[in-house]
């Protein structure tokens, strides 16, 4: 099945997308978000010795997993819609008008 794709409109959307960007809907600890997560990240061993317990409550972990969670979704959704692109085939306006 083709697919016509008009890149103006593409992105137009893209930019409005960019305007209203996801935000995740619970508040996150700083310390876990600025501290931990770029560590993570950069995969970079994170030894339990290092962190500092009394920085966040009990549920913040599990709070900063779902975040990550969430984000990794918005990666793959970007991703998917990469690769969806980069698979079109370019055919010019020519062609497609007698198509």
């Known amino acids: 099945m083709r697919a ?3 890149l103006h409109i593409l992105r137009q959307q893209l930019r409005q997308a960019e305007e209203r ?3 995740f ?5 700083p310390y876990l978000l600025h501290t931990v997560l770029p560590r ?3 995969e970079d061993d994170v030894k339990l010795d290092e962190i500092d317990l009394s920085a966040f409550d009990a549920e ?3 709070t900063f997993l779902e975040y990550i969670d969430w984000k990794e979704e918005l990666r793959e959704d970007a991703r998917r819609m ?5 698979s079109q085939e ?8 007698f198509l």
């Not at 809907?25 to 600890?29: A, G, K, T």
């Not at 990469?82 to 980069?86: G, Y």
């Not at 370019?90 to 008008?97: D, M, N, Q």
């Open 25 to 29: 809907d619970e508040e996150l600890n």
């Open 60 to 62: 913040d972990p599990y």
């Open 4 to 6: 016509n794709l008009d």
């Open 90 to 97: 370019p055919v010019s306006a020519k062609e497609r008008i």
């Open 21 to 23: 960007e996801p935000q």
């Open 40 to 42: 993570l990240e950069q």
């Open 82 to 86: 990469a690769d969806r692109l980069c």
